[in-house]
């Protein structure tokens, strides 16, 4: 295997080396496949601008020695700009799994096709439907979303392949689409989390894990818990979600504000952008 490009990934907030992205060059509201898609199908997405922001936001990414990879946007996925959901890397190896939905359906071939390109070990979750803003990755725990495009069939079909592996499924309410966008871990202690999208047995499992950092109902809209941890207490986080941002800020993180809120009107922020293929053992 090419040393340059070994993949690994061990937790959310790791300081990340090197990440995989894809430019929305194709970006559109086609078909809603999600709450927010609702809201904002009528004006749809400024491709133009959505490229620009997303410009900005992969330079900011490369100011903070970060490699990243472009795939290449093809016209047939509008949704592409999203690359965590077509897998995820756990260990050595990236896990890729079926696109739920059929506007999204053939996007892992473009993946795994760069990964085969760079002999990069990747595990093909055959038939499964496991996206990757429902796994939420902290040391030996995995926590995954029970979504419209996360089964739980599917979840325990990987649990009996990461025996060494606690995977935990968390069910939400599924208009929230991901699980990144109502809860998110961002250090060994503390997470971001949207209260009302759970039940209190999650909630409860959840408190009793972390130091619960509560996001607003506006701020969940805006993707409050949808922050891109790059470690040393370093994340990207949109300027709006003012609130999270301050909070944050009180507890010593470092924020990055990078302003993609064409990107978000179809309902992904920076997590949803971006596919760590690299994070050291670092934890924070």
Same mark, same amino acid.
């Given at each position: 295997m090419?040393e340059e ?9 790791s &300081?990340l080396?090197r !990440? ?5 060059r $194709?970006m559109?509201?086609?078909?809603? /496949?999600?709450?927010t898609? +609702? ?9 133009a601008?959505? !490229? =620009?922001q997303?410009?900005? *936001? %992969?330079k900011?990414l490369e100011r903070e020695?970060?490699?990243?990879? @472009?795939l290449?946007p093809e016209s047939t996925?509008p949704?592409?700009?999203?690359t965590?959901?077509i897998? *995820?890397t756990?260990g050595?190896t990236?896990y890729?799994?079926?696109m739920a939905t059929?506007?999204r359906q053939?996007? =892992? ?5 760069w990964l =085969?390109?760079h002999d990069?070990p ?7 439907h496991? =996206?990757g803003?429902d #796994? ?5 725990t995995?926590y995954?979303?029970?979504s419209d495009?996360?089964?739980e069939?599917?979840i325990?079909?990987?649990?009996s392949l990461l025996?060494e ?8 309410i599924? +208009?929230?689409l $991901? ?5 998110? !871990?961002?250090?060994p %202690?503390e997470a971001l989390? *949207?209260?009302?999208a $759970?039940a &209190? &047995?999650e909630?409860?499992l959840?408190a009793?894990r972390?130091d619960i950092?509560?996001?607003t109902k @506006?701020?969940?809209f805006?993707?409050g818990t949808? !922050?891109?941890s790059?470690?040393?207490? +370093?994340?990207f986080s ?5 609130q ?6 009180q507890r010593g993180?470092d924020?990055i504000? #990078?302003d993609?809120?064409e990107? /978000? @009107?179809?309902?992904g922020?920076?997590r949803?952008c ?8 670092? &934890?924070?």
């Amino acid at each position: 295997m090419n040393e340059e490009l070994e993949a690994y990934c061990a937790s959310e907030y790791s &300081k990340l080396s090197r !990440v995989i992205v894809c430019e929305p060059r $194709h970006m559109a509201i086609r078909d809603i /496949i999600n709450e927010t898609q +609702k809201e904002f199908m009528e004006e749809n997405i400024d491709q133009a601008r959505a !490229v =620009e922001q997303h410009a900005h *936001f %992969t330079k900011a990414l490369e100011r903070e020695g970060i490699e990243v990879i @472009k795939l290449p946007p093809e016209s047939t996925y509008p949704e592409q700009v999203f690359t965590r959901d077509i897998g *995820f890397t756990l260990g050595n190896t990236v896990y890729v799994a079926e696109m739920a939905t059929t506007i999204r359906q053939g996007e =892992e071939l473009i993946l795994k096709s760069w990964l =085969e390109t760079h002999d990069i070990p990747f595990f093909n979750l055959h038939k499964n439907h496991i =996206e990757g803003g429902d #796994v939420i990755i902290d040391g030996s725990t995995i926590y995954i979303g029970v979504s419209d495009r996360t089964d739980e069939s599917s979840i325990r079909h990987l649990q009996s392949l990461l025996p060494e592996y606690d995977v935990i499924a968390i069910p939400f309410i599924e +208009k929230f689409l $991901h699980l990144d966008c109502v809860f998110n !871990v961002i250090s060994p %202690t503390e997470a971001l989390i *949207f209260p009302e999208a $759970h039940a &209190k &047995k999650e909630l409860d499992l959840l408190a009793s894990r972390y130091d619960i950092i509560e996001v607003t109902k @506006k701020e969940q809209f805006t993707l409050g818990t949808n !922050v891109l941890s790059i470690g040393n207490k +370093k994340l990207f986080s949109l300027p709006c979600n003012e609130q999270v941002n301050r909070k944050l800020r009180q507890r010593g993180y470092d924020i990055i504000e #990078v302003d993609i809120s064409e990107i /978000i @009107k179809s309902g992904g922020s920076f997590r949803c952008c971006t596919m760590p293929l690299l994070r050291t053992t670092k &934890k924070m």
